[in-house]
């Protein structure tokens, strides 16, 4: 799979991380005038500065510092073999995306141990349950297509975040809150918004380890020491921050600013009292569970592993409604030009967890399983679909954008949304499977303003409701067939 789908190429936000690691590497600062120059991006204005007069980098630096190791690497291979070494060729870009790529087959691998070890799940359920979460959501894409973004980097934090949680919950040690503090640190420098996750082992605390307290007041220093080493593992994006904008802990935050030097009707990046919860799973327009159906079946077992571990389930329960309120919340939910909800891949260990447990608990007769194997192989493919149509349309509107000033494209990352004025014969799920087709894929798909869209709800009972029906079908079969034989 990885030589058909590694993608290389530096673009969008990557070449915000790539800057940073280009910059302090080969230009020993964080003046990002000479990586505009020559890796420019469109929405970002290099006579817009910062109160420290430098170019915007409103990216943080934690995927960036992860990647460096490999552009030093190619640095010093470049050095040796005497090729450029302005830090812009071939082996620095495939070098700095194939750091995405190891640290997002470490997360699988530490994610996998971590259900089977800790969690006490069968080995063939933990793999399944893990190879089924990167392969049937977003998170392979930004693993091999767009490995350039954050998006590996933020599952392989969350995934030894949850690794460290699993192993260490039940003695609360100094080596717990040590490590807790430090994986919290790395998470928030690689994704703001993931910062909730410092609230984790808290949550777990108060519900759960009271008794740990009461016991040993005492004990408090050591949830003391676990903010320490978070602000310790933190700090040298504190650090960068003041070196950009003049302050540890930027007053407003760093989008925040963008939007008002560049007058953005948003003001703000986030929209705290409106959150677009409904769109966010729901809609068509790359709404989770539309694009990832197999995470609605990853739901459901955390009412599985509930039974089994109240403590674990209640904490993840309650941490996943609290993800859902934080990507929901900005004005754009869906996440820009995203292939699905990529922000939710810091969820992505917890619904391998979840879809672990259903596994593991449900699909134990030789027709449980057929269907779990069902279940898997069509979420997979659904993926794998959106992935083929989301490329095709990326490269339409490469060659098409700005041919004519009356022509629009069908709106990227839609592939299940449908224009019946230009296309009256997509009508049904029928003619869906028809519009994915070759043909499809290399349309040039384009159409006038102004004309209206409409969803083919047909594409709901077959990507989302059937496989998910199917499993309780097969899981409540036996009390089924007893209530209709009597």
Known sequence: MFPIFFDPVIRSDG??????????????????????DNLPIRWVNPDIKTT???????????????????????????????????GYGPAYTYSFNLGSVFYSLSGALILFAAIKKFLKISEHNSFFATLTIVLATPVVYYSLLAPSF??????????????????????????????????VGLIFMVRTVDA???????????????????????????????????????SPHMVYWDYLYGELIPRPMPLDQWYAVNDDPRGT??????PYFAEFLFSEHRGLFVWSPILLVSLAGYCLLYKKNRSIATVMIIMTAIVFYM?????????????????????????????????????????RKFLKYSVITSTIVWNFILISVWNSEKLIRKYVRGSDPDLLLV????????????????????????????????????????????????????????????????????????????
């Not at 430098?54 to 090729?83: D, E, K, R, T, W």
């Not at 934090?157 to 949850?162: H, Q, T």
């Not at 990046?269 to 409106?274: D, L």
């Open 15 to 36: 070449t915000l991380f790539f800057w940073t690691t280009h910059s302090m590497i080969i230009d020993h600062d964080l003046d990002f005038q000479n990586q505009y």
């Open 52 to 86: 420290t007069g430098l170019i915007y980098n409103v990216q943080n630096m934690g995927s960036s510092l992860l990647n460096a190791p490999f552009f030093i690497a190619a640095h010093l291979a470049s050095s040796i073999l005497g090729f450029p070494i302005d």
């Open 150 to 183: 954050s998006s590996a980097h933020s599952f392989f934090a969350v995934s030894l975040f949850v690794f460290v949680w699993l192993k260490l919950r039940d003695s609360l040690n100094l080596k717990y809150w040590i490590y807790m503090g430090l994986c």
């Open 196 to 234: 909730v996750f410092f609230f984790l082992p808290l949550i777990d605390l108060v519900l759960f380890k009271r008794f740990w307290i009461t016991k040993n007041p005492k004990n408090l220093f050591l949830v003391a020491l676990y903010v320490c080493c978070f602000i310790v593992a933190f």
């Open 269 to 274: 990046f986030m929209n705290w009292f409106h």
């Open 327 to 367: 990507h929901s919340a900005p004005h754009d939910w869906s996440g820009g030009g995203s292939f699905g909800q990529r922000r939710a891949i810091d969820l992505a260990p917890f619904f391998a967890i979840g879809l672990a447990a259903i596994f593991e608990k449900l699909c134990t007769s030789n027709m």
């Open 411 to 486: 709106p990227t990352g839609n592939p299940i949304v449908f224009n019946t004025d230009v296309f009256p014969h997509v009508d049904s799920i029928f003619s869906f499977i028809a519009n994915i087709s070759y043909k499809h894929m290399w349309w040039y798909r384009v159409i006038l303003r102004d004309h209206g869209y409409v969803v083919d709800y047909n594409v709901w009972a077959i990507v989302v409701l059937l496989p998910f029906s199917l499993l309780l079908l097969v899981a409540f079969r036996d009390k089924i067939f007893k209530r209709i034989q009597n």
